[in-house]
């Protein structure tokens, strides 16, 4: 079955600390997404890739590092957490660009920075 | 800079109403307007999707309307259930592009 997960499924760090969230799609998707989920602001696009070995700025990169090592795997990194980045994160994935295909979502990632 | 609005925030209505969910944008290039649901404790789904060559684009109970000339949108609820209790987005892009931006959302409670 057609999937994207999400490791781990809440993680807490203290502030400075290192985090990587990973995500994994078995969709055959050559795009990948990595949103951030907050209330009053709905889904914000962190990066973007469209294959492995690629990346793209999205509309909220700063302090967030990406990486796509494999087609299957894109990696969110946060190298000197903040609790400003206290937050939900959602890898997602499509077929095509992400403005007019469907978006397949993981179950998400709950992040909290003390 | 909010490009996509939605109201209201929450929502209430009583199992067998419509519910009505408005969304408006700035951007006049937006041709592709979806909106996902999210259910409590789940991740975001694609509920039904409108462009703009199209005033109306129904789904079952749902129905998004489209007015271009006021750039707002509205999605329609007939009949609603209490499992159609979720936080439903609003979103727009532009054909070909990467960007696909998001609304706050709207908090839809149905009562039985």
């Known amino acids: 079955e057609a999937a994207v997960t999400q490791s781990p499924r809440n993680k807490v760090t203290v502030t400075g600390g290192n985090v990587t969230l990973s995500c994994r799609q078995t969709?055959?998707?050559?795009?990948m997404y990595w949103y951030r989920q907050d209330t009053g602001h709905g889904l914000r696009l962190i990066h973007y890739?469209?294959?492995?070995?690629?990346?793209q700025i999205g509309d909220v990169p700063d302090g967030y590092k990406a990486t796509r090592t494999t087609q299957e795997d894109f990696f969110l990194l946060l190298e000197l957490a903040s609790p400003s980045q206290t937050s939900l994160y959602f890898c997602?994935?499509?077929?095509?660009?992400?403005?007019?295909?469907?978006?397949?979502f993981g179950s998400g990632t709950r992040l909290t920075v003390l | 800079q909010q490009q996509v609005r939605q109201s209201p925030q929450s929502l209430t209505v009583w199992e067998g109403e419509t519910a009505i969910l408005n969304c408006s944008y700035e951007?006049?290039?937006?041709?592709?307007f979806p909106w996902y649901w999210q259910f409590p404790r789940e991740s975001p789904a694609l509920l039904i999707a409108?462009?703009?060559?199209?005033n109306k684009k129904e789904d079952g109970r749902f129905t998004i309307f489209f007015n271009k000339r006021e750039k707002k949108l509205s999605l329609h609820i007939t009949d609603s259930q209490p499992g159609d209790s979720a936080t439903y987005f609003c979103?727009?892009?532009?054909?070909?592009?990467?960007?696909?931006?998001f609304g706050s959302g709207t908090q839809l409670t149905v009562m039985p």
């Open positions: 979103a727009a892009s532009v054909s070909g592009s990467w960007q696909l931006i």
């Open positions: 951007d006049s290039t937006f041709d592709y």
């Open positions: 409108i462009r703009p060559v199209s």
């Open positions: 997602a994935s499509s077929e095509g660009t992400g403005g007019t295909e469907t978006l397949y």
């Open positions: 969709n055959s998707h050559n795009y």
């Open positions: 890739s469209y294959g492995a070995g690629n990346l």
